[in-house]
């Protein structure tokens, strides 16, 4: 069975860094799957953040985290990083690991990041 172990949240002031673990098993390789990073903040709906095409490698990037941060693997240890810098108060939520095959999605249980101003 798919399996995403997300990590990596916490609280951070405004301006800060934090940086998210999404690792990956049960047959997951990123050249096979999409991997994604979404977010859940209290009240709204879940947002995608920043993904990863398994088919060319190519960045996705939401406009609201461009440029801040930065998704990146390591495929000798099956895993997703996301990369958080210069972190604001809107960027506070449960952050989701995804990964995508043939229109099928998997999550990940979520880590909470609380971004305090």
């Known amino acids: 069975d798919v399996q995403l172990q997300a990590s990596g949240g916490g609280l951070v002031q405004a301006g800060g860094s934090l940086r998210l673990s999404c690792a990956a098993s049960g047959g997951v390789t990123f050249d096979r799957y999409a991997i994604g990073w979404f977010r859940q903040a209290p009240g709204k709906e879940r947002e995608g953040v920043s993904a990863?095409?398994?088919?060319?490698?190519?960045?996705y990037y939401a406009d609201s985290v461009r440029g801040r941060f930065t998704i990146s693997s390591d495929n000798a240890k099956n895993t997703v990083y996301l990369q958080m810098n210069s972190l604001k108060p809107e960027d506070s939520g449960v952050y989701y690991c995804?990964?995508?095959?043939?229109?099928?999605?998997?999550w990940g249980q979520g880590t909470l990041v609380t971004v305090s101003s």
């Open positions: 990863m095409s398994d088919a060319d490698g190519s960045l």
């Open positions: 995804n990964a995508r095959r043939l229109a099928v999605d998997y």
